[in-house]
C-alpha cells in the first residue's frame, strides 16, 4: 500500500485546511486509515482515524468537535478537515493504513504498517 498525503500549508490561527490521504494498492475499503502529527521535539501522536470495514471514525479529544474525517472508497481517499485550527496544531501531519487494526489499537502508531510521505501544517497565533 503507497500514501500520498497532501494539502498541508500556512493558516492562521480559527482557519481551516483539509488535508487528503490518496491510497493505491491493497484493497481500500479493508484499510484502517489513521491521521497522526508530529510536532518539532515532539512524539508523533493520534489525530483521528477511519476503520476499514465499516468507515466508524474516531478521534484525539486535542481535535474533536473541530476536525471531521470522511473516505471515499471508491475513490481510495480520505479527508482529514480541520477547522478551529489552533497553533498546538502545528506539526507535519501523516496518515497511515492497515488492514489487521483491532479497536483497542487504533491510536497507536506502531500498529501502522503503511506510511505517507507526511504534510506540515502550520498555525500561526
Known amino acids: 500500500v503507497q500514501l500520498q498525503a497532501s494539502g498541508g500549508g500556512l493558516v492562521q490561527a480559527g482557519g481551516s485546511l483539509r488535508l487528503s490521504c490518496a491510497a493505491s494498492?491493497?484493497?481500500?475499503?479493508?484499510?484502517?486509515i489513521g491521521w497522526f502529527r508530529q510536532a518539532p521535539g515532539k512524539e508523533r501522536e493520534f489525530v483521528a482515524a477511519?476503520?476499514?470495514?465499516?468507515?466508524?471514525?474516531y478521534f484525539d479529544d486535542s481535535v474533536k468537535g473541530r476536525f471531521t474525517i470522511s473516505r471515499d472508497n471508491g475513490k481510495n481517499t480520505v479527508t482529514l478537515i480541520m477547522n478551529s485550527l489552533k497553533p498546538e496544531d502545528t506539526g507535519v501531519y501523516f496518515c497511515?493504513?492497515?488492514?489487521?487494526?483491532?479497536?483497542?489499537?487504533?491510536?497507536?502508531?506502531?500498529?501502522?504498517?503503511?506510511w505517507g510521505q507526511g504534510t506540515l501544517v502550520t498555525v500561526s497565533s
Open positions: 497511515a493504513a492497515d488492514s489487521s487494526i483491532i479497536l483497542s489499537s487504533i491510536r497507536m502508531s506502531r500498529q501502522y504498517k503503511y
Open positions: 494498492g491493497g484493497t481500500f475499503r479493508r484499510q484502517t
Open positions: 477511519t476503520r476499514g470495514n465499516g468507515g466508524s471514525t
